[in-house]
T-cell receptor, first 112, second 118 residues
Framework: GNSVTQMEGPVTLSEEAFLTINCTYT??????LFWYVQYPGEGLQLLLK?????DKGSNKGFEATYRKETTSFHLEKGSVQVSDSAVYFC???????????FGEGTQLTVNP | DTGVSQNPRHKITKRGQNVTFRCDPI?????LYWYRQTLGQGPEFLTY????????KSRLLSDRFSAERPKGSFSTLEIQRTEQGDSAMYLC????????????????FGPGTRLLVL
């Protein structure tokens, strides 16, 4: 069945470090892929998305590339800030159907 | 664009009581979704509406749960005879979809309603 596997957390980095959070998915066809971010006590905010193979989504210094051959959508940022501390969720929307399928989330803590 | 709003933000209730949550989607978004998120997990789909029609329900949505969107605008989610296992964050999302543009659909989430059943 459809599923998303995310890199297990928690992840702790120092400010200005490089970030990678791995995400792979299992789905048929060509799903749309998303990264959402959740700050403590809040709902989910869309961070970036990609809708077809080789698309790169980017926002606020974060990037992720839709890799159809490896069914992956890894999140990267070159230099993290303390304000990036949050939980990050990878998700996909299948080719047919309208329910988002989420990974379990990766807690990121950035220390000054 | 005021975003998706949800009320209340927090609800504490005793087991066996009924609770109702409200979601106001982004203006003119024709799709509205409900998800449930338990601690340390990603959100799980419950149900969704296109305009006033409820098009899909998850098997997670037991017969104690009912959702409505009577005029195709705001939606309510009611839980009857609450159980401790219902404690979770209930998230609402909305999207705009027209014609064959499914691939461009993006769901925007509200702040959630956190339910605690004692």
């Amino acid at each position: 069945g459809n599923s998303v596997t995310q890199m297990e957390g928690p992840v702790t980095l120092s400010e200005e470090a490089f970030l990678t959070i791995n995400c792979t998915y299992t789905a048929t066809g060509y799903p749309s892929l998303f990264w959402y971010v959740q700050y403590p006590g809040e709902g989910l905010q869309l961070l970036l998305k990609a809708t077809k193979a080789d698309d790169k989504g980017s926002n606020k210094g974060f990037e992720a590339t839709y890799r159809k051959e490896t069914t992956s959508f890894h999140l990267e940022k070159g230099s993290v800030q303390v304000s990036d501390s949050a939980v990050y969720f990878c998700a996909f929307l299948p080719t047919s159907g309208s329910r988002l399928t989420f990974g379990e989330g990766t807690q990121l803590t950035v220390n000054p | 664009d005021t975003g998706v709003s949800q009320n209340p933000r927090h609800k504490i209730t005793k087991r066996g009581q009924n609770v109702t949550f409200r979601c106001d989607p982004i203006s003119e978004h024709n799709r509205l979704y409900w998800y449930r998120q338990t601690l340390g997990q990603g959100p799980e789909f419950l149900t969704y509406f296109q305009n006033e029609a409820q098009l899909e329900k998850s098997r997670l949505l037991s017969d104690r749960f009912s959702a409505e969107r009577p005029k195709g605008s705001f939606s309510t989610l009611e839980i009857q005879r609450t159980e401790q296992g219902d404690s979770a964050m209930y998230l609402c999302a909305s999207s705009a979809i027209a014609g064959r543009s499914r691939r461009q659909e993006t769901q925007y989430f509200g702040p959630g309603t956190r339910l605690l059943v004692l």
